[in-house]
């Protein structure tokens, strides 16, 4: 039996990757920080497309929020506030970004299901398990 080794579909040549990473501006942004310091002193929550700040001209907006409005949380404090209250804020849209290449993971998932998938595995991220691997595995690399 012979097998037809033919091409016929135009998609077969689409990365995912490349999309994602088009859609998030891998490489098109060569240092951040001074604009995202920029914001910071503006205001620490900015709502809407804050991608534009960086000069970027495609919309991550269209390509992962599907009409979400995306909003930046900069202080480091209101970052921990805003990861700590799963009653006000949801991990879930985070589905949409890393889902495409990495499935349903705990990154975006909430509580409960991230408290339970969190007890499975936060003793592999624990110091001396982290001071294992440095020097196991990131070290002899």
């Known amino acids: 039996m012979a097998m037809n080794t033919t091409n016929t579909d135009n998609h077969d040549n689409d990365d995912p990757f490349d999309a994602f990473d088009a859609a998030v501006g891998i490489g098109q942004v060569r240092d951040p ?5 920029e914001m910071r ?13 960086f000069g970027m001209e495609h ?13 930046a949380v900069l202080p ?12 006000t804020f949801s991990s879930s849209i985070l589905a949409k970004i890393n889902g495409v290449m990495m499935g349903h993971t705990i990154i975006e998932m909430d509580q409960p299901e ?3 998938y969190r007890s499975l595995i936060q003793q592999a991220f624990a110091l001396p398990a982290m001071e294992r ?3 196991d595995i990131a070290q002899p690399l």
């Open 41 to 53: 002193a503006e205001c620490p929550v900015h709502a809407g497309p804050y991608w534009k700040r």
């Open 114 to 116: 991230h408290r339970r």
């Open 59 to 71: 919309s991550v907006e269209e390509f992962i929020y599907g009409g979400v409005t995306p909003y």
């Open 33 to 37: 920080y001074p604009v995202l310091e």
């Open 76 to 87: 480091f404090e209101d970052v921990q506030q805003v990861l700590r209250d799963d009653e």
């Open 133 to 135: 691997w440095e020097r």
